[in-house]
């Protein structure tokens, strides 16, 4: 079945890697429960785009926290991967978020990202309400990068309760 917005996100559990503490964990949809989530899928571990990405939403994580939004990061590589990309390239080795790993594919392949030909996933991002539902979704080509701009402005709007004209601003 297609994702919805306002339906409940795709429930998932799997293995994650947190860079700064330098820890696999177990990472579940549940543990962010009246929580705002900001759930991405990159690619691919050690591309070219991929760390300006992960680097950006780290640079800028004080602001989704000032949101009360937490970030997950997603790839079809394994803790492994993740843990050798994060201590081989600059900036990596402090992300404030985990990376999870979703090497079944299962994850990518319920948010409608997986390219399965690729066996890699699209650039998705996806807001997830404190009560767990759909309320944003963004898939860009492989080649595009995301705007974390926009994404924190679509967290401040839907957090109005009300509706939002084009180009809306905060405080607007």
């Known amino acids: 079945m297609p994702l919805q917005l306002g339906s409940l996100a795709p429930s998932f559990e799997a293995k994650a890697y947190f860079c700064a503490s330098d820890e696999v964990k ?96 699209l650039r998705g991002t996806f807001l997830i309400d404190p009560e767990g539902k759909l309320r944003w979704m963004a898939v860009y080509d492989l080649p595009i990068g995301r705007s974390l701009d926009e994404i924190l402005r679509v967290i401040d709007a839907l957090k109005t309760g009300e509706a939002c004209a084009l180009d809306w601003q905060p405080g607007s």
């Open 26 to 121: 177990t990472v579940a949809l549940s543990d962010f429960a009246g929580k705002w989530l900001c759930l991405f899928f990159y690619p691919l571990d050690f591309s070219s785009l991929c760390p300006t990405e992960t680097t950006g939403f780290n640079a800028r994580i004080n602001e989704f926290q000032k949101r009360d939004c937490e970030i997950i990061g997603c790839s079809c590589d394994s803790t492994y991967s993740h843990k050798a990309w994060c201590k081989a390239t600059k900036g990596m080795e402090s992300l404030g978020y985990p990376l999870l790993s979703d090497m079944t594919k299962r994850i990518s392949m319920d948010y409608g990202v997986l390219l399965p030909e690729r066996g890699i996933s």
